[in-house]
Structure formats: C-alpha cells, structure tokens
C-alpha cells in the first residue's frame, strides 16, 4: 500500500504540469457541470424566491359586486386551510390616460401604506407610497405595456367622469399578476386616502381578499370549501398561484428551452470530457504500467495507483470548480431574474454539491479504473514494448492518398500518427468534437434568437400593433381603422372562454378580416380557410388535450353550454400567450356559439415609414374617444443578452478545455515519441519539419472534429430545441445559424488545434539528440 | 589524398547541475577522403561523444569540426540537420528504425525530407540499395519483422540513400549474433572499398581489424593509434590500455 502512495505522490508532482492542466481540467468541467445544474435546478427558482420573499397569496378571491360582506370575509379567513390573508382590498375599474396619450381600462386597487405581512409588492424603480400625497404605484406588467415610468403622470377618470391627474412614483412587481389572463385589467395602485378621495362611492368600489394557504396545492379544495359557503355564488373570479407562476415561467418560455438546451448539453459535454482526458492520460502511461507490472505490482494495486491518482485530482478539482461554478450561477438566469424585475444567485444546495461531486469524481474515478484495467491485462513484454497500442502495421488509406497526392513527407507522417494510434486519436477527436459542437451549439442558438428577435411572427406576433375598442361599435372601429394613415391591413379579434365537452377551459381567439396579409407561422399544417370550421391551435391545448392535426374538436361557451359547435384542426401556431393552450378560429364559426361575436380589438399592419403620431391621432383624436392605440415591443427583451452570454460562455469553456487537452494530448504523444523524433533529426529533419510533422496531426484532429462537430452541433441544437421548446408548450423551434459563421469556424478550429500543439512540437524541434540516443 | 574532416582541440563538457564532466578534452585529429577509421576505448572514454560531434549530431564546449570544407560548430540547428540529411549517414547500434514505417518508406525516408528530390529517383536509389544489401524482398516489411541483421542492413541503406560524404557507424554489430555481425561488417568493407568515407566506433577487435587505422581514446583523448588489419595486436592493444589505465 505504501509503494501505491509512494507512487502516487511520485506521478501527481514529478509530471506537475500535466497534473495541473488536468486537474484545471476537472475545475472547468466541474464548474460547467455546476453550472448546468443550477440552471436546470433553479429555472423557476427566481420566481419562488421572489414569492416567498413578498408573503404572497395563493389564492386571491374577485367578488362579486354586493354579495359579499365583511362577515363572509371573516368567514373565509377562518377557514382551516386558510393560514394568513391581505384583509379586504378594494378596486375601482377605472379608465385612465397615460403621458396624456394612452388610454386603457385599468384595475385601480388600494394598498396599505405599510408593506403589508401578506402579499407586498416588489418595488423595482421609484418608491413605494407615502402617506399624505395622491400618488400611484403602478404594476410592472402595466408599465412595461403602455411604458410607464416613474415620473410619468397618469389621469384617472372618477365615476362622475371628471379627472385627476396623478404622478407615478414607482413600478412595482406582483407575482399574483397573471399576464395572461384575458380579464385581468392591468393594476395601478394607490394608497386608501387617495383612493377615498377619488372614488367616494364606496358601492361602487370591488372587494378582494388574498390567502395564504397552509398547504399551497390544496388551492381547489379552498376554493370549494369557500363556494360552498353560500347558497349562491359570490367569488366572480379567482387567481390561483399556480397559474400565475405558470404565466409568469411562460412568459420566458424560449429562455427556458435555450437554458434548458444549454444545461442538458453542458452535463453530457463535462462528462465525455472527463471520460476522454482521463482515459488517454492513463492510456499513454501503459509503457510504464507494463515497468511497474515488470516489478511486481498487481493488476489491483496497478488500478489503485491510478484511481488514487484521479481521485486526488477530482476531488481538488470538483471542490474548485463548484465554487467557481456557484460564482458564475447567476449568469444564466439573468434573462429570466431581468424579466421578473429581481435578482437571484442560485443557492447552495446540498443536492447540487452531491451532484457534482457525484458525478466528476465519479466518472474521473470510473475512466482510470477502466483503462487502468485495460493497461493492467495487457502483456507486459508488448506494454513496455509499443505503449497502449501497437501503431497500426498499415498506413491508414487516407495518408497512402495524401502521399499519392505528392504532400511533403513531414506532412505524411504527421498525417499517419493521427491515425497510428486510433483509441487515442478518437479520445482527443472527441474533446475537440466536444469543442466544435459547443461553439455551434451557441452559435445556433444565438443565431435563433436574433431571427426571433427580427421576426417576431415566429412567436406568434404578426402584428405591428393593437387597437381596443369599448363604446364605439365594431363597425366605427372597422371603419376608422380603414381609413387610417399608415395602416396596411387590420384583422379584428373577438375573445371567448370556451370548454371542451370534458368541462376543459381555455381562450377562443375568433378572427376575421385581412388575414392573409399578416405572416402566421405554421409550422406545421396549414392555415384555416375562412368561411369554415377549421380552426389552427397552439402546441400547448394539442398537447394538453392530447389531439392532433385533422382532429375534431366540439366546444361550448365556458359560462353557457347549451349549444355546441365542432372545429377541425388544420394547422399549429406559435401562442405566445396561456402556455399555448388557445385557437384560433374564424370569427363566423362562432356565431353558432355567440351570435353577438363581433371584433373588440384590432391588429394592424403598418407601413414600415408610418408616422407613428399621425397615426395615434387619427385614432385618438381626442381624449375622449374610446379606442386605444398600442404598439408592440420587441418580442424577445434585450435582456436576452444573458442568455447569450451563457450560451458562448458555455462555448469558450468547451474551446478551452479542448485546447488544453490537444495541448496535453500532444505533449504525451510527443514526449511518447520523442526517441522517433531524435532518429528523425538524426538523419536530416530540420525543427521547422519536426514542428509541421507534430502540429499536423493536431491539425488533422481539428479538420475531424471540425467536420463531425458542425454537423453534430446543428442537429444536436435543432433536436434539443425541438424537444424542448415542444415540452414547453411552444412548438416548433424555426433554428437559424448564419452559415457564414459557421464556414469562417473551420479555420479558426483547425488554428486552435494547431495552437495547442505549437508548444510540443516546438520543444521536440529542439530536443537534444544526443540526450535521446543516450536513453537508449 | 584530401584531408574529409579535421577536428582541432576537441573538448566537450557535460553539466548536470553542479557536476561538470569532462567528455572530450582537447582532441585533434584528421580523416582523410576514402579512410576507414575505427575508433575504440572503454565505455565513458568520448568515443560516442566524438563520434556524435563530427556528425553534427552535438556542438562542441570548445575547438572546431571542419568537414568537406564547412565549419560544424559554427551551423545553427537547421543548417546542422541539413548537412547531416545530405553529407552524412548514421548506423546505429540499435538501428533507430522508425517501426511504423515499412523497409522501404525507412529507407527513402532522409531523401524525401529533400524536398528537390524526385520520388521516381528516391525509388529507384533505394531499390538498388536494398538490392545491393540483399533485403529487397522485406521492402514491404515492417521493421519488427526483420532480424536483427536485415535490420542494420535497412538502417545501412537509410544511411547510404543521399549518398553520403562520411558514414559514422557506433557500434554497428553490438546487438548483433556474430554471424550477422561479420555480413555487416562486410557490407561497410564493401562500401568503403568503393570510396566511402567511414568512422566505425566499436568494442571489437574483430570489426576494427577492417578499418585502414584503429584510433584509442581513454579519458576524452587520444592516447594510441595502429593500423588495422591484425585483431589480435588490436586486443593487446587494448588490454594494454586498460591496465595502463587502471
């Protein structure tokens, strides 16, 4: 035992150089494996951070105008389930205009003036409200929509339809916000005072309450425990926490599939890099597995020395690189902390350490105990002879070619050893594979989102902006929309809640006009025809309803199910909205369902030169009128910058480490070969011949996994992101890569590989010859 | 007769740290166009390191090697490796074959580091090399399926493919049995008999009986010569130096 640790010791800090790049090795591996993890550990982590850090409710009751009294509250309240609440807030539905040009219907709700135990808000610009003043606090979702900031002055219209104006002092998150509930007005909040102030009329005034909930999924029993109650029905609408959560996550849905993507990728790469670089370190030490065997050492103890070894490194290296790894954690969730208004480090898990730790050490100390093993059976006499392998009797067919083909010698021998040894050669290919389809990997990535930055119909929107109407008629609206400067085409849009026979709930989305000047993206099927009764649907409802193109579905109204209408499904679009649980259908199909269905909001097309104030006004001449203009922002938010950052921080990892192990890969298999070396320079190479003999082999390592990888790299991305972006009720992915980049990577890989090998070559160019025959 | 190499006041010291050792101390000595020159001495006297000196193969601490006219000490490690290519050929004791290279490729190996050389010539040199040495049906072999003696006899056709000034032989038959030991001597015999320049390090006086004048060296010196020719007076000669020696 004490000859294994004698050695042991001997080899860590005799070759200290290799066991420092390998032991950064392990550190890289076991950051990114660290990394990966907490990524996929902690994808909704911000948002349940957030969440328990405000308190919030789990579920927040809308009642019904005069059914509810404070007794019910208290009532509700007492409820065994039921552990903490907001107290009764109230609301007004008030019209607003913004920046003295923005018009919307808005959820005017008071706040107490203390943050509250129960269900505070997150305020992320300004401050929160201050007693004495008439001031408004406006919800982040609210701000971003109609671009509120702090400063900006808001009017409210009072129930007699006079106005006050009142200055925003701060934007706020709240988790409980459900961004895609169709009903949910956007909120502004104000303190108690101001809103007594403005809305006296306290009949006229909305009561809600939020609980907090013993057990957070027990949302349903609460809820029917509640509704029973009473004889009849006082809750109009309810908000559980779950799907706010959900729309919340779904909200940054791609950047869950590309975090998703890039974490899956990054465990699979840390592990075949482990694997690769410990099985050729201990496959180039058979010659001297076959010494130590030749003196006594067992097959075991053989083993031991290196599983002790790699264990050493491993455990050092799994230590360093979780700590870097939890360094750099907050990285990739960026985008998604960005979204929400927050900031998140991933925390320190018990659970990710043992991961990690689990699985570098583990797979570094399975990979030298494989080859070990290997190196242990093999016969001695042929071990100390020819090393791991014998070098293969013929020359691989492709250097009898290139020697065909009249390439200098040194080129030809350099050529020949790639493949002399082939276990080693594929094991140091593969590093460098592993490198290339990392930097493909991010660039497709990258190159996806930038076309859906560009294109947002890929997302599902097809449109410039919105119109919503509330008194004026469908008609006017259609008209007025018609003759509007800059408008090349509009569709109108009605919205139904709808179930399926089976009681499943979900938003109908009828559409009627210039459809055909908007680019839906089908990505598979068709577009319906109009006048019909086929219907094109979200990933999300076929998934959850468990359908399929050219499936028919029947529905009734959510709130009335006496009549019945039946869609066929003819295609799939990308729904932004509801984890992608809506369809579309032609506005006259649902007629049958609603006969009163008519347009209430409008999406237009607008000329790419459209004179953005022009067109406002004609829409909103005055602030009177009733339609309400919107553009539409960037779909992807520039936040994404993080993702992206990840993403080809994620590549330079997987370069660097390929690098390294060319680097290794190539000082081992020179210092291997350096007695071929001496003979060569013995009888006539010249160092400038012996560095293009070494670096050639790299080379043509780098042209392997250059032409492995990129392809490897676009298929991997595309069926990652396929599968993905399809788990998350998404879609269909459209992968983009600039495919000149992709082309200007093969230089750049293959110089990479040379690189590597530059510094081995260089110190076999100058070997002394002499030294090298005396070793004989 | 044109003096080939002239070496004047040889030294070489080797340091390892703080230990110096004197290899080579101050030898002088001339090989003349067509000689065939051994060299003997005890293991540690400088005979390799002399040999590998005059071959370019290491610089020397001090003195100079001047062969067909050039300077050697003065070359950096390019114009060494060129001159050696075209001017010398080496035969080692253990061959230095290149094992995943067959007969053939081992021996036109130096010339097609010669990028002016056509491949048609290469091929036609060396298949007349291994002709003349007998090995012509192993061109396709590897090395390791060669006897020890078809062995040195690729390596003799290496050295002799860009048709070298000066062939330097260190101990050419010591892991050789001694019958394939006595062909390749004859082989160099043969050669020289043709005008080739040799310088043979060797233990045996019965391969150093073959040179025109057998050179001893002990402590990095050159303490006797004689002619060649007698093995027996070349043996004494050496029991001779080592009891002085001892």
């Known amino acids: 035992m004490s000859a294994v640790w004698k050695k042991i010791v001997a080899d860590l800090f005799h070759r200290r150089w290799i066991t420092f790049l390998v032991t950064c090795t392990v550190i890289v591996s076991a950051a990114l494996l660290t990394l990966a993890l907490s990524t996929l550990l902690n994808l909704s982590g911000p948002y349940d951070k957030l969440f328990d850090e405000l308190n919030s409710a789990h579920l927040w009751l809308h009642f019904k105008p005069y059914r509810v009294s404070s007794m019910d509250i208290r009532r509700i309240e007492a409820l065994p389930g039921v552990v903490d609440s907001t107290d009764v807030q109230y609301s007004y539905f008030s019209q607003v205009t913004i920046s003295n040009e923005t018009r919307a219907w808005v959820d005017l709700r008071v706040i107490p003036l203390e943050p509250p135990n129960v269900h505070s808000l997150k305020v992320i610009a300004g401050r929160y409200l201050l007693p004495g003043k008439d001031e408004i606090l406006i919800e982040k979702y609210a701000a971003d929509t109609y671009h509120v900031a702090v400063g900006d002055m808001i009017e409210v219209t009072r129930e007699d339809n006079t106005k006050a104006a009142l200055p925003v002092i701060g934007i706020a998150y709240d988790p409980m916000y459900d961004t895609y509930r169709s009903n949910q007005l956007p909120s502004l909040f104000v303190s108690q005072d101001t809103f007594r102030s403005q809305f006296p009329d306290q009949d006229t005034w909305v009561w809600s309450v939020g609980l907090r909930l013993a057990d957070p999924e027990a949302v349903d029993e609460v809820l029917d425990e509640i509704e029973s109650m009473r004889s009849s029905e006082f809750v109009d609408t309810h908000t559980d926490w779950r799907d706010a959560k959900e729309s919340a996550v779904f909200s940054v849905q791609l950047t869950f599939a590309f975090l998703s993507a890039f974490s899956i990728f990054a465990i699979f790469a840390t592990i075949l890099i482990v694997v690769s670089v410990v099985s050729s370190m201990v496959l180039s030490q058979i010659r001297q597995i076959g010494i130590l065997k030749a003196i006594g050492f067992t097959g075991n103890q053989v083993s031991l020395l290196y599983v002790g070894q790699y264990a050493i490194i491993s455990l050092v290296g799994a230590g360093l690189g979780f700590i870097l790894g939890l360094i750099l954690a907050p990285l990739p969730l960026q985008t998604i902390t960005a979204s929400l208004g927050t900031t998140y480090y991933p925390p320190f898990s018990f659970l990710l350490m043992g991961l990690v730790f689990l699985i570098i050490p583990g797979t570094n100390i399975l990979a030298a105990w494989a080859a070990a093993r290997r190196g242990a059976k093999a016969n001695v006499i042929r071990s100390i002879a020819t090393g791991a392998e014998s070098p293969l009797q013929k020359p691989f067919w492709g250097t009898r070619f290139i020697e065909y083909l009249g390439a200098p010698m040194t080129i030809v021998m350099g050529f020949n050893d790639t493949f002399a040894k082939p276990i080693r050669a594929i094991l140091t290919g593969l590093n460098l594979t592993l490198g290339v389809i990392g930097i493909v990997f991010g660039l497709t990535l990258s190159g996806t989102l930038q076309t859906y930055r560009e294109n947002p119909a890929l997302l599902g929107i097809v449109y410039d902006a919105f119109v919503t109407r509330q008194d004026s008629s469908d008609g006017r609206a259609q008209r007025i929309l018609s003759q509007a400067p800059g408008v090349q085409a509009f569709y109108g849009e009605y919205r139904l809640r709808v179930k399926t026979l089976d009681g499943e709930e979900f938003l109908l989305r009828a559409v009627e006009g210039e459809l055909s000047a908007f680019p839906f993206y089908i990505p598979e099927g068709r577009f319906f025809y109009l006048d019909t009764n086929e219907a094109i649907v979200g990933r999300g409802l076929l998934d959850w309803l468990d359908l399929e193109i050219g499936d028919s579905l029947t529905l009734t109204l959510a709130e009335n199910d006496r009549r019945t209408e039946t869609w066929t499904i003819v295609g799939v679009y990308p729904e932004p909205a509801d984890a992608g649980q809506r369809m579309i259908v032609p506005l006259s199909s649902v007629l049958a369902l609603d006969r009163h269905a008519a347009s209430e909001s409008y999406y237009l097309k607008v000329d790419q030169n459209v004179d953005l104030l022009k067109l406002r006004k004609y829409i909103e001449p005055d602030k009177d009128t009733d339609l309400t203009l919107t553009l539409v922002e960037e779909a992807i938010p520039s936040s994404v910058i993080f993702l992206q950052l990840a993403i080809f921080m994620l590549g330079g990892i997987l370069v660097a480490i390929a690098v390294v192990n060319v680097f290794i890969m190539s000082l081992l298999s020179t210092q291997e070969k350096i007695r071929v070396v001496g003979i060569l320079k013995t009888i006539g190479m010249i160092p400038f011949q012996v560095v293009v003999m070494i670096i050639t082999s790299a080379g043509v390592l780098g042209m392997l996994a250059v032409l492995i990888g990129i392809p490897a790299g676009l298929l991997l991305t595309r069926v990652l992101l396929t599968t993905l972006s399809n788990a998350f009720g998404f879609g269909l992915v459209s992968v983009s890569v600039n495919v000149l980049v992709i082309i200007f990577l093969i230089p750049i890989i293959i110089s990479i590989s040379l690189l590597g090998s530059l510094i081995p070559a260089r110190w076999a160019s100058r070997i002394s010859i002499v030294r090298v025959l005396r070793q004989e | ?246």
Do not use: C
Request: proline share 2%; net charge negative.
């Open chain 2, 1 to 246: 007769m044109t003096t080939l190499v002239k070496v004047t006041e040889l030294e070489k010291v080797y340091q390892t740290g703080e230990i110096k050792f004197q290899a080579l101390r101050g030898i002088s000595l001339e090989i003349q166009a067509g000689d065939f020159v051994a060299i003997m001495g005890e293991s540690g006297s400088g005979k390799s390191t002399l040999l590998h000196v005059i071959g370019g193969l290491d610089q020397p601490t001090s003195g100079s090697v001047w062969m067909a006219g050039q300077q050697l000490d003065k070359m950096n490690e390019t114009e060494l490796a060129r001159f050696r290519r075209s001017e010398i050929g080496f035969v080692f004791q253990f061959f230095n074959l290149i094992e995943n290279l067959t007969v053939r490729a081992n021996v036109e190996l130096p010339a097609l580091l010669e990028d002016q050389l056509k491949k048609k010539e290469i091929r036609r040199r060396s298949e007349e090399l291994l002709e003349r040495l007998g090995i012509s049906d192993q061109a396709n072999k590897h090395p390791w399926e060669l006897s020890g003696g078809q062995q040195q006899r690729v390596a003799i056709a290496r050295a002799f493919i860009n048709f070298p000034t000066l062939l330097l032989a260190d101990e050419p038959t010591g892991n050789l049995d001694t019958s394939s030991g006595d062909e390749v001597l004859d082989i160099l015999k043969d050669f020289n008999q043709g005008g080739q320049t040799t310088l043979m390090v060797t233990h045996a006086a019965s391969a150093a009986k073959l040179a025109n004048y057998v050179l001893f060296i002990r402590d990095g010196l050159i303490v006797d010569r004689m002619p060649g020719g007698n093995e027996k007076a070349i043996a004494r000669r050496l029991i001779d130096l080592r009891q002085r020696g001892s």
